[in-house]
């Protein structure tokens, strides 16, 4: 293959470089990175302003205005190269509209570009511009980044508004608190988060919200939100312990089974417990989720009480009360409890989160905190381009429990037919498996395309 872009002749290099003797020559304050950046800049613009004129410079008028130059104005232009002094070219009639640099644009497309993808990483504005004169030179104002940022705020509210898939396997719905100034205080406000996995197995953010304080009326919002964007059905919702939440969940959903995060209840249990004997209530504990069978959990649950309740009588208490709503993903396989026996989908995008405000007081209002969270997610949500594990396992099983309601959904390919359903099924996870072959066979060529055409021959 061929390149069609054709190579710059040596001998321009050659000009361009004979005066070249050290790096500073080359990358530094009037290197020639800068100077050709600036030459290139102001050629395109001259070439913009003969074609809007229809004449090039000291040339006769064509134009049926009698439209010409009149002279140049100065410009400052940030960039990866920091700032630069450029001359735009004007016309008399004032109606030349460069599309290199565009009016009252200062800085790159690029440069933009690059002050989000810094803020999405959790950068502060001063942190940023200090960044950004040390690396570049360039002399950006907390204002003009702010500014930069605020362009995703349509983008943040589209996103928030979305429609959703019909249905969704499974949703992990949970809560961080995060400081933010409110009515000239600070104050930790909750910021609900939902995650759902679609119909291929792949997790997909549904949805930020920020209130006040953690509650299961807000959380009611939530659920019904998700319902008017064309939410139908939820088979499984995990959840951690919110007394009222899976009252909530069901008031809008009735047929989800709402899961208890089993960690959830391990922690709030190792709470009553002296750090000597921890160890071994955990392993108590592991005995009652880890069970083949709800029957062989219950025995369990009761070895525990004898063994405990003398000692620790709130542990087995808890466990006993929420029974019912921990006790759900025993009508599940294995696979299929993996997935839902825990929070962890949701609790690993919290961490992430964590990580990138950890170094911020406060944020000035909840929309600078959507912001961030939404730039933010973006990037942690690039790595979800695969199914969970055993997700084939999984959806073939929930066809057989939840054939009724999977046939609701219109993304889904079964027919009336319970036979015919099975074959669609068979099919689809066939289709699914090639594929996923096919896209690790394409990701080893790229990273080993001699051993790929050794193996593949002529």
Not at 329 to 347: H, K, M, Q
Request: charged share 25%; aromatic share 10%.
């Amino acid at each position: 293959m061929t390149d069609s872009t054709k190579a710059i002749p040596m001998e321009i290099v050659d000009g361009v470089f004979s005066k070249y003797q050290r790096p500073e020559d080359l990358t530094g304050e009037n290197g020639l990175i800068k100077q050709l950046t600036k030459a290139l800049v102001e050629r395109v613009l001259e070439t913009e302003m003969a074609e809007h004129l229809g004449h090039a410079k000291n040339e006769t008028v064509s134009n049926a205005t009698g439209n010409t130059r009149n002279g140049k104005s100065k410009k400052t232009l940030k960039g990866d190269f920091g700032e630069m002094d450029i001359y735009v070219p004007r016309d008399r009639e004032g109606s030349f509209e460069p599309q290199l640099i565009p009016k009252y644009k200062t800085r790159f497309t690029n440069f933009d570009e690059q002050i989000i993808a810094l803020y999405s990483r959790g950068m502060t504005t001063r942190q940023i511009q200090s960044y950004l004169e040390e690396m570049y030179g360039a002399d950006v104002s907390p204002t003009l980044i702010s500014n930069v940022t605020d362009a995703v705020n349509d983008e943040v509210k589209a996103w928030q508004q979305r429609p959703l898939d019909e249905v969704y396997p499974i949703v992990y719905l949970d809560c961080i608190h995060v400081k933010i100034r409110d009515a000239g205080s600070v104050r930790a406000k909750a910021v609900y988060l939902a995650v759902g996995i679609n119909m291929e197995g792949e997790k997909e953010m549904l949805g930020i919200w920020i209130a006040q304080t953690e509650g299961a009326k807000f959380w009611l919002q939530v659920v019904t939100e998700l319902k008017n964007r064309g939410v139908q059905d939820i088979f499984i919702a995990c959840v951690d312990g919110l007394k009222g939440f899976p009252e909530a969940i069901e008031t809008v959903f009735p047929q989800t089974a709402v899961q208890l995060c089993i960690v959830h209840m391990v922690r709030y249990s190792m709470n009553y417990v002296h750090w000597k004997l921890r160890k071994e209530v955990a392993t108590d504990l592991k005995h009652i989720y880890q069970s083949a069978t709800l029957a062989e959990a219950e025995e369990c649950l009761t070895a525990f009480e004898k063994k405990w309740d003398a000692t620790y009588p709130p542990i087995a208490q808890s466990w006993r009360r929420n029974w019912y709503r921990i006790t759900p993903f025993f009508d599940y396989p294995p696979e299929i409890r993996r997935a839902i026996y825990t929070t962890n989908a949701i609790e690993s995008v919290n961490m992430s989160l964590r990580r990138i405000i950890k170094h911020r007081g406060s944020f000035p209002n909840d929309e600078s905190l959507i912001k961030l969270f939404y730039l933010a997610l973006n990037n942690i949500s690039q790595n979800w381009d695969m199914p969970i594990r055993d997700w084939k396992s999984a959806l073939n099983r929930f066809s057989i429990q939840f054939e009724s309601r999977m046939r609701t959904c219109k993304v889904w390919p079964f027919t009336q037919n319970y036979t015919q359903s099975r074959c669609s099924l068979l099919i689809f996870l066939e289709i699914r498996s090639r594929r996923d072959v096919r896209y690790k066979s394409n990701r080893m060529r790229r990273q080993y395309p001699a051993d790929s055409m050794a193996v593949a021959g002529p």
